[in-house]
């Protein structure tokens, strides 16, 4: 599929684009949201990430990989939002 081709290639935007197009024709389909879920979570955007997951998680409960990938961005998110809060305190305090 084109949007995973330009996914594996950190062409987000194309991507994002292709999945758009996708979503008019099918907007049902559960992967389209968790499509854009992982190029949200290379465009480092955690928490459209998350509600992504969640959508396609919404559109099909027998969906793995969507709770995989939901399980790993909310761990990944709460830990970068937890060391940019320590990395912003210690510079308030310097």
């Known amino acids: 599929m084109l949007a995973d081709v330009y996914y594996r290639l950190q062409m987000t935007d194309q991507g994002l684009q292709v999945l758009d197009l996708w979503a008019k024709h099918d ?9 854009r879920g992982q190029i949200y979570v290379v465009k480092a955007q955690p928490e ?10 919404e559109k099909s409960t027998e969906n793995p990989q969507a709770y995989s990938k939901w399980a790993q961005s ?10 940019r809060t320590h990395s912003l305190a210690r510079f308030a305090t310097t």
């Open 27 to 35: 907007p049902t389909d559960a992967r389209i949201d968790l499509y």
């Open 48 to 57: 459209l990430a998350l509600s992504c997951f969640r959508r396609s998680l």
């Open 74 to 83: 909310s761990t990944k998110g709460i830990s970068f939002c937890l060391r």
